[in-house]
């Protein structure tokens, strides 16, 4: 249906547009001061998840956006460290304004006429506080990360120069300096496997859907008119430049109905805030990425937080399946870990989902194994990676993590019946791993030992899969040692998969070791 004609959002109204939610009012951000509106993109699927998670650590009643992977939720400014901590969101932005139903114009021209105009009647002042906080946050933060890797340093120059310690000391540090080793090298080597694509936040969204989902940068076409300068007046333009903040404009669009393209708006739109605040654009060094977020008639203008996703804080050995730490604690959530549960991951893969679960849930101990070398290796450094992180914190006293990981083979678990209380794992696809011809008879053997090791009555198991058809099957199969509780719909790497929750029956299952 075609939008209706007239002022768009902001035209014909006072500076800001009608008051909706999320946009920002009064006096600055700060200790007494009003709450700032911070949005959120978390994995597809578990938004719900991500908004308890907000609404449990920060005492905020979120929203959950029309568009899918967002979340929305007011905060104090004073409290912004915490939101940076939470384990379920990937990037983060505070919102200058929120319109619900913003009326397009028909005609190219006029609805984008209107985005240029809607700059100067943005309330801009509280949010760009926010980020001038966020700002010096990130660097007191990395100033305690120079410092922990000073104090470290001087450790290991006490104990070569031949300060008395402990030998199991000295052994474990010359492990973690391993580690570390060889963290660097895998992780120059898988650098281009986990780098984020140029272009601002990704996008969440269901991509199912037929709209015309597209992403861009505001392209450099804002270029100043170049008349010839003396040397003098380069030094000085060279001098002004230093001061003057750098910026791009990310614009994610979904929807069919938009008369321009997410280039066209980024580039019109940019042009307006560069000539409302006198910013320099720069797509890739730049200080400030202002966002536009546009889901049919929604849009959402905000100024990013984050530089790179929070889902990149556990791994730094990558394997051709690494699971997203955001998506491995929305699985572990769904199952209600309790203190003292065994939880295990019989194919761990690079240990996405056993590190972020002895992150989270240290009162849990979690077992994870795989049936490859290479992919254990890989876990295995990961785990030591995290240790040498929890060594450089200071306030960290913990000696280790409740977690072992070991090579096994998925359908013969050294484990006794019963012994576990949780299973979560990512299983092959039957893409970059395995085949789906092989799932037929992997996922009913699977199911079976899984169901072998699971306490009766009050285990359960939450397992992801994009192998929908055969899982169902193998489901079928075992309906009566495994009842499915709920399912979840996930978008992982462009693949539509699904997260089920099953809980153990009582009946007891059968003693078998092999499916082959």
Known sequence: ???????????????????????????????????????????????????????????????????????????????????????????????????????????????????????????????????????????????????????????????????????????????????????????????????????????????DDDDDNEQSDAKDELRASSGSETKAEDGKKGEEDAKVLKFRVTCNRAGDKHSFTSNDAARDFGGAVQEHFQWKADMTNFDVEVLLNIHNNEVVVGIALTEESLHRRNITHFGPTTLRSTLAYGMLRLCDPQPTDIIIDPMCGTGAIPIEGASEWPSCYHIAGDNNPQAVKRAANNICSLLKKNENKESSTSLGVPLDIIQWDICNLPLRTGSVDIIVTDMPFGKRIGSKKKNWDLYPACLMEMGRICRPGTGRAVLLTQDKKCFAKALSRMGHIWRKGQTVWVNVGGLHAAVYLLKRTWERAEEKRSFW
């Open 1 to 207: 249906m075609a939008e209706a004609e007239g002022a768009a959002a902001g035209g014909g109204e006072e500076p800001g547009g009608p008051a909706p939610h999320g946009a920002q009012s009064g006096p600055g951000p700060g200790p007494g001061g009003p709450a700032v509106v911070i949005g959120a993109t978390v994995p597809t699927g578990f938004e719900l998840t991500a908004a308890e998670e907000v609404k449990e650590k920060l005492g905020s009643r979120p929203a959950v956006s029309k568009d899918r992977g967002k979340i929305y939720f007011e905060v104090a400014a004073e409290n912004l460290s915490q939101v940076h901590r939470l384990r379920s969101v990937d990037n983060l932005f505070v919102v200058v304004q929120e319109f619900k139903d913003y009326q397009f114009k028909e005609n190219k021209e006029d609805a984008l006429k209107d985005l240029e105009d809607l700059v100067k009647k943005l309330p801009w002042t509280n949010p760009l506080k926010v980020w001038e906080l966020n700002n010096s946050l990130k660097k007191k933060k990395t100033k305690r990360k120079k410092h922990n890797l000073q104090s470290t340093a001087s450790k290991e120059k006490l104990n070569e120069d031949g300060e008395e310690e402990k030998t199991d000391q000295k052994d474990a540090s010359k492990q973690l300096q391993d580690c570390a080793q060889n963290a660097a090298d895998t992780e120059s080597a898988s650098g281009q496997e986990t780098e984020r694509a140029e272009g601002g936040l990704p996008q969440n969204g269901d991509d």
